[in-house]
């Protein structure tokens, strides 16, 4: 097996935490997708999913859930119990970037608390396009468009009513 | 419930009014025009044309004493009677109701959009009741590109105004009975969450005041259905808007005052800048959909007419309160976009001739229908008046006995016609003078119209502007009407520019027919003798010069060359309301990036990615339902195998409804931007 020694910059993560190159790959991608592009941040976010992992991210999928959790349960720390839920990833990561998280480099995310004033602007960007649904149905009307012609089909016992119920 | 009156007692003495002397005054012009014509015997051709005649007259009746009854009620001050207003004290309570304000819109320019939605929102926080308001913006948008911008849009705005939880976004994916179904289709989502709901266009503003006004007068009276604020056209910059704008600002107050003033609770609903109570809406006014064909089956087009009268038939009034003010929209910026949208509505008011007779509605909710009709009928009614008027007179010189002329109790009677035609001008000129006598009079109004020199001016130029484009857009809705009852297509492939100049060729060739029935006319005229192209040429002047009178109008640099010089200007212009103003900085401020492409933006940005993926999410099962299976194979093969091929429209659509191709189009560009 392919390995190599990732060093990292955040004193909170141990420097000998090392991935295989795929699941670091894999690791890269998804960070991307939060905006880090910087090559120290993406070594430094590889290091903190993986720090405590034995397994050194063996299998791409299995690091990418790895920090996949890593990050829902930062987000669900910053947003608070208001966004909790199964989009939270995907929310918390548009309300990620919408605020130029990445900029403020790995530390934002490796330091133990996020500081207060870009909690406060991620909590506003969180996306909420809709809020929960109180179902209700729409009855369609009945209109009798010729009353009179309506009367001579019943005297007649003709043809159904003159307006169709389309659902 | 049946439908009952809930008007005040004084509703029957203004309506015998209003209906009693438009009756009266049809009657009598028609018998004069009859004895007009009978001087030498009636002809065939001369029945019809009276028959045709106390038709248009009686529609001009109507108008004219409709404006009276307007002009009274707004000179005379006292507020429609019916409805109970707050007083001082309720006024400073706080709201107990909840109110969604709503905007439909369908590929529309996010940028003017999302700036009437904060203009509005920011107008309400001012008044201390944002609480009571939530926001909506129901996207029925096909177009990918239009699609990720609003997504952008609507982002940005939260963040802006920290509208988060109370600015909602909500793109349907199929269009299921258009603004109606997207209406219909929040009603069954989110609906009872409030207890009313007011209706926007995309281009409709409202200022906060309104909506508090609005939210508070339907708590108070419990049985009022819908609450009409008819809106001011404002905001656009060409000749032909800005005519559009001054007729609106001048005499719209005298019509609107006068529908109100005799239809009282029996209103009608114009689909936007309006208040619903919802649960009323909800269990009333599910639209049927119409046995038979288009035109006058399947889908109603024109929901608000049928949605007005199922909720007075449920026993809810509808109002139409002109004293509400603070509500806005922009007017077409020129006549062929004019004509574009009264194609639109005219299919849509004509389908209502099939629900004029249905069992159970108001008698007031059938006249509307009529009257929605006959807005767009009486355009081919004056036409065949005026062809009928031609073919009389032929049939007079050819096939009548010349030497009867000269009997003096046969001769035709020149000072009657002229005295005819001079009432018929004076009952359509009336509103106008009405309303600049009001716009006169009232403190401070004609200074902010550029004084009384201008103002007085302006409506003279107006009248003459609107005297020559009446006959294109009777031959505009002649042919939409024509064509409607026919059932062939009026094809109409010209697209609406934002106050963009109109190219002479395009102008060349909507009007050409107009201009060829304006020669027509003439000969036939010429035909019959020189004093007949006299009485033509009112008509036969704005069909000649169609061509530069829409082109010209058309121009921007001429409304504003219009403003400089104090003409058509509204007080909204020279002393804007707050609302308005802020709209319009924030459509400065706030520019909305163009989507050159919706699909390449998602892959290649990742904010946009990432915010487009978290609304998705955000309706799971949302792909699976809607995607077509062929056009998300072919996007998934053109964006994941390499091809350079583009997408089309429909596989964008796909792509973009779906998560897993999304990720792995972007992880894939990732990746090779990295290799």
């Known amino acids: ?167 | 419930m049946e439908a009952h009156s809930f008007s005040p007692e004084s509703a029957g003495f203004r309506r015998a009014g209003v209906l009693g002397l438009a009756a009266v005054t049809t009657v009598v012009g028609t018998l004069e025009m009859h004895r007009l014509l009978s001087a030498q015997g009636t002809s065939a051709p001369e029945v019809v044309l009276v028959f045709l005649f106390a038709l248009c007259f009686g529609w001009i009746a109507l108008s004219f004493w409709t404006a009276i009854a307007g002009f009274l009620q707004l000179a005379l001050g006292p507020r429609l009677p019916g409805l109970r207003y707050p007083s001082v004290d309720e006024e400073a309570v706080p709201l107990a109701s909840r109110t969604s304000v709503v905007m439909p819109i369908h590929n529309e320019d996010p940028a003017s959009v999302f700036a009437n939605v904060q203009a509005t929102y920011e107008s309400v926080a001012a008044t201390g009741h944002l609480d009571a308001f939530d926001f909506y913006v129901l996207s029925d948008s096909t177009r990918a590109e239009a699609w990720v911008a609003e997504e952008l849009a609507w982002s940005d705005l939260c963040r802006r105004v920290g509208g988060q939880g109370r600015i909602f976004y909500r793109r349907r994916t199929d269009n299921t009975g258009k603004k109606a179904g997207n209406l219909g289709d929040f009603c069954e989502r989110w609906g009872r969450r409030y207890d009313f709901t007011v209706v926007l266009d995309a281009d409709s503003l409202m200022d906060g005041r309104t909506l508090v006004t609005m939210a508070r007068l339907m708590e108070l009276n419990p049985r009022a259905g819908i609450l009409q604020a008819p809106p001011l056209n404002v905001g656009r910059t060409t000749l032909f808007a800005r005519l559009q704008q001054f007729a609106g600002r001048v005499y719209g107050p005298i019509v609107a005052a006068g529908a109100a003033a005799w239809q009282l609770g029996e209103s009608n609903y114009w689909g936007h800048n309006a208040i619903i109570r919802t649960e009323a809406f909800i269990n009333h006014c599910g639209l049927p959909v119409l046995p038979g064909k288009q035109p006058f089956g399947g889908h109603i087009l024109s929901h608000d007419f049928v949605e007005a009268a199922l909720m007075r038939r449920a026993g809810y009034t509808v109002w139409l309160v002109p004293e509400l003010g603070g509500s806005y929209e922009q007017p077409p910026p020129n006549l062929l976009a004019y004509a574009q949208r009264d194609r639109r509505w005219c299919q849509g008011n004509l389908q209502h001739l099939s629900l004029v007779m249905a069992g159970g509605l108001h008698p007031f909710s059938r006249g509307h229908f009529l009257m929605g009709v006959m807005s767009y009928v009486a355009s081919p009614l004056w036409l065949l008046f005026l062809l009928s008027g031609l073919v009389a007179a032929l049939h007079d010189r050819f096939f009548l006995d010349v030497h009867s002329l000269d009997t003096a109790s046969l001769a035709f009677d020149a000072p009657g016609s002229l005295r005819l035609f001079a009432v018929s001008m004076g009952m359509l000129l009336t509103p106008k003078l009405l309303g600049l006598t009001l716009a006169l009079v009232r403190p401070g109004e004609a200074a902010k119209m550029g004084g009384r020199v201008r103002l007085t001016l302006s409506v003279l130029l107006e009248s003459v502007l609107a005297s020559l484009l009446a006959p294109v857009m009777m031959l505009f809705q002649s042919h939409f009407v024509f064509g409607t009852i026919l059932g062939y297509r009026v094809n109409w492939s010209s697209q609406q520019r934002e106050d963009a100049d109109l190219p002479w060729a395009e102008g060349a060739r909507r009007h050409a027919a107009h201009m060829a029935a304006g020669v027509g006319l003439v000969a036939a005229a010429a035909l019959v003798n020189a004093a007949m192209v006299a009485w033509l040429i009112p008509v036969v002047a704005g069909l000649l010069l169609s061509v530069p009178l829409t082109v010209l109008t058309a121009r921007s640099s001429l409304g504003q060359w219009a403003a400089r010089r104090g003409l058509f200007l509204l007080p909204e212009e020279t002393e804007p309301p707050e609302v308005l103003e802020r709209a319009q900085s924030i459509t400065e401020e706030h520019a909305v990036e163009p989507v050159s492409d919706a699909v390449e933006r998602v892959l290649t940005d990742a904010k946009t990615h990432a915010l487009h993926l978290a609304l998705l999410e955000s309706q799971p099962g949302l792909a699976e339902s809607t995607s077509t299976p062929a056009a998300l194979e072919g996007a998934r093969r053109k964006l994941l195998g390499g091809s350079a091929e583009p997408l089309s429209a429909q596989e964008k659509v796909a792509a973009l409804l779906d998560v897993g191709t999304l990720s792995e189009a972007r992880e894939q560009r990732l990746t090779r931007a990295l290799s």
């Open chain 1, 1 to 167: 097996m392919d390995s190599v020694t990732t060093l990292t910059a955040c004193p909170s993560v141990p420097s000998t935490v090392w991935a295989v190159p795929r699941s670091r790959a894999a690791l890269d991608t998804f960070f991307r997708g939060f905006g880090f592009s910087d090559e120290t941040d993406l070594s430094a976010l590889a290091a903190w999913v993986l720090d405590g992992y034995s397994a050194h991210g063996g299998q791409p999928q299995a690091a990418v859930a790895l920090a996949r959790a890593r990050m829902e349960t930062w987000l669900s720390s910053v947003l608070g119990l208001e966004h909790a839920g199964p989009g939270l990833l995907a929310r918390g990561r548009a309300a990620f970037v919408l605020c130029d998280g990445a900029s403020r480099g790995a530390r934002l995310l490796t330091r133990p608390a996020a500081p207060e004033d870009f909690v406060r602007a991620v909590r506003a960007a969180v996306p909420v396009p809709a809020p929960a649904q109180v179902s209700a149905v729409m009855p369609e009307q009945q209109l009798v468009l010729w009353p009179f012609g309506e009367l001579l089909r019943r005297w007649w016992r003709g043809a159904s009513p003159d307006v169709s119920i389309s659902r």
